[in-house]
């Protein structure tokens, strides 16, 4: 039997297809779930100043610790190189807690530092792990930390927590 070389080549590229599918559903079905993720997107891209992001949690395990993830993703147009936010921490007892950081969205030269997808620009920070001291619901405000009334081209800010 003559198999021409254009068959046999889609039969190769139908296996590792199929081997490729079988490998990325591997990977998928063993990652575990986050414990909370949620996004906060901004109206038309534009993050006003009494814009707040707001996040409840609940947590129940003081045990375990904890890795927290804020994600912003702005477009390529935005005009700065850094973007500061407040970050409002509520304990269930109401205790307050308020701690600025900064997100690095550019280097000196205008490169971006974070993931480039299109016109989309990814910048994480990751928190260092930590336990829970209470039980109970804690409440996660982010809001900008600038002096501008609002900052145009930011998409969304997403607070992911993972336990460890």
């Known amino acids: 039997m003559i198999i021409n070389q254009t068959t046999l080549i889609h039969q190769i590229m ?3 297809g199929f081997l490729l599918s079988l490998l ?3 990977l998928t079905a063993c990652s575990k779930p986050s414990f909370f ?3 906060h997107k901004f109206d038309n891209r534009t993050w006003k100043l ?3 992001a707001e996040y409840t949690v609940d947590f129940d395990d003081t045990t375990s610790v904890y890795q927290f993830v804020l994600t ?3 477009t390529t ?3 700065y190189n850094n973007l500061w936010v407040f970050w409002t921490t509520t304990t269930p007892d ?3 807690t308020r701690e600025p950081f900064q997100f690095q969205m550019a280097d000196e030269a205008g490169n971006w530092l974070g993931k480039k997808s299109g016109s989309i620009v990814e910048n994480q920070l990751t928190f260092k792990e ?3 001291p209470k039980p109970g619901k804690y409440i996660f405000k982010l809001e900008q930390a600038v002096t501008a009334d609002l900052i145009d081209e930011v998409v969304d800010l997403g607070l992911v927590i993972e336990k460890k």
Do not use: F, P, S
């Open 94 to 96: 109401g205790e307050v």
């Open 37 to 39: 993720e949620r996004i």
């Open 24 to 26: 990325v559903l591997a």
């Open 72 to 74: 912003l993703r702005t």
């Open 77 to 79: 147009d935005y005009q």
């Open 130 to 132: 930590r336990a829970i």
């Open 14 to 16: 139908a296996k590792k």
């Open 50 to 52: 009494e814009d707040v």
